[in-house]
């Protein structure tokens, strides 16, 4: 079969701004700050003033495709063991993904899908990392989640692990792009729970998925981005405390994406501040 | 996997990736993406399945989800006659972006032989209209290999480029 080839869609060819933030608390509850987030941008290494070559014309044209990366990452495990699984699976997320994104520019060859599975394999590498450095995790050893988004615009890719959530705001409607994988979910989804049982079940805190556990169970998506999109990224220290009809109202103040994480921070930590609570905000421009 | 919202492409897409079904409606937000390999033929073939979050107008959207694809399945409610009503429109628009690449058509629901909708005479224009036409249940898992065991063949004997 043939591969995909580079995605074109519309907005495609016009560069929008994407204003984006990233924040994290320890919270009211917690001693240390298990979350990491990362918030960067990506651009091919080589600048080309002036060429009689087409294929560096091409290079060029996709040095303002500038891409971006979002992380959150949610480490568990205590005695300092969910920081560095955290910490480990952002940094070995992030070179890889850093690597990866700079083949996707180049436009000879067909790499939308070839991307897909260097995020796949980003994640899995991840998890090796942790259970290598960190050793072989039992159910409560150290682990993560992991919500990695790479908007290149106007495609925005998203792979995750855990329960940290990526949130599309859209029209003054937010709509969850992953879906949390805990023990709860899975149970709802069975039929075995209603979603009102699982709100106040403790399994709502029980991961099915996490890096350096026994088991990862990435889910991949995509959606293309339009002008006035935002983005949210978050661990579950802002879901716990912070309703959807709050983040929705707070996201659709327009404000920009460092006033909206503050606020959503703020939010958490009057609702209780019981866990660590990262956010990212990425918004482009209308 | 292209079909009117709350059709059952997710559900088929998780019947035929991981053998699970549920009830539970989750609208798909952009396109969830899975995998399988499946042998047609006697020729393994890496499936990479992107299941498009379903819309009642086929979009512009759509179609940059669609660019690249080796084939499609349309996916109909077969409880839900309306759904039908934008196939013909969905089928032009999704070879305008990809090209005559091979296609069939999911009647999904067919658990529900009680609430079925479709009459026997739209059955059998679709058959006409579209290469493979199925009834397909995500919850029994009916039809539901078949349905992606076909595309795979069908794929693998399309001219390159088709």
């Not at chain 1, 991307?115 to 990392?129: I, K, M, P, T, Y």
Request: with cysteine; charged share 20%; glycine share 10%.
């Amino acid at each position: 079969m043939e591969p995909r080839p580079p995605a074109s869609a519309p907005d495609a060819g016009s560069r929008v701004r994407i204003d984006a933030f990233g924040l994290s608390d320890v919270g009211k509850m917690r001693k240390e700050n298990e979350d990491q987030f990362l918030v960067a941008s990506l651009h091919k290494s080589m600048q080309v003033h002036h060429t009689s070559l087409d294929v560096f014309t091409a290079i060029a044209d996709s040095q303002q495709a500038g891409a971006y990366l979002l992380v959150v990452a949610d480490g568990v495990g205590g005695l300092g063991g969910g920081r560095s699984a955290s910490s480990a699976a952002v940094e070995a997320l992030a070179s890889h993904i850093a690597n990866a994104v700079r083949v996707y520019f180049n436009r000879d060859t067909d790499v939308e899908d070839a991307f897909l599975a260097e995020l796949e394999r980003g994640v899995d590498l991840s998890h090796q990392q942790i259970r290598e450095k960190l050793g072989q995790s039992a159910s409560r050893g150290p682990a993560t989640t992991l919500t990695v988004v790479v908007v290149a615009w106007p495609r925005t890719y998203f792979v995750h692990v855990g329960d940290s959530r990526a949130y599309l705001f859209r029209n003054g409607a937010l709509r969850q792009l992953t879906r949390d994988q805990t023990v709860a979910e899975e149970l709802v989804d069975q039929g075995v729970m209603t979603e009102e049982q699982a709100t106040r079940s403790g399994l709502k805190n029980v991961l099915t998925s996490a890096l350096g556990g026994s088991e990862i169970k990435p889910s991949l998506g995509l959606v293309d981005l339009a002008r006035g999109d935002a983005l949210l990224l978050c661990t579950d220290g802002l879901t716990k405390h912070v309703t959807d009809q709050t983040i929705t109202a707070e996201l659709g103040r327009g404000e920009g994406a460092e006033a909206t994480c503050r606020r959503l921070v703020d939010d958490a930590l009057a609702g209780g501040g019981s866990d660590n609570v990262s956010v990212i905000v990425a918004r482009a421009a209308s | 996997m292209v079909g009117a919202p709350a059709t059952g492409k997710t559900s088929l897409v998780q019947r035929f990736v991981k053998s699970i079904f549920s009830e539970r409606y989750h609208s798909t937000v952009g396109v969830r993406i899975e995998r399988k390999e499946v042998d047609a033929d006697g020729t393994p073939v890496n499936l990479v399945l992107w299941d498009i979050e379903g819309q009642e107008r086929f979009q512009s959207v759509q179609t940059s989800y669609l660019r690249g694809a080796g084939g499609l399945i349309f996916v109909v409610d077969g409880t839900r006659g309306e759904t039908l009503e934008q196939l013909a429109s969905m089928r032009e628009q999704a070879h305008g972006a990809v090209g005559d690449v091979p296609c069939a058509v999911a009647l999904n629901k067919a658990d529900l032989a009680a609430s079925w909708a479709l009459t026997p005479e739209q059955e059998r224009a679709l058959g006409a209209a579209f290469p493979h036409v199925l009834k397909t249940s995500a919850k029994t898992g009916a039809g539901v290999e078949a349905m992606f065991g076909w595309l795979a063949a069908a794929m693998l004997k399309a001219p390159a480029g088709a």
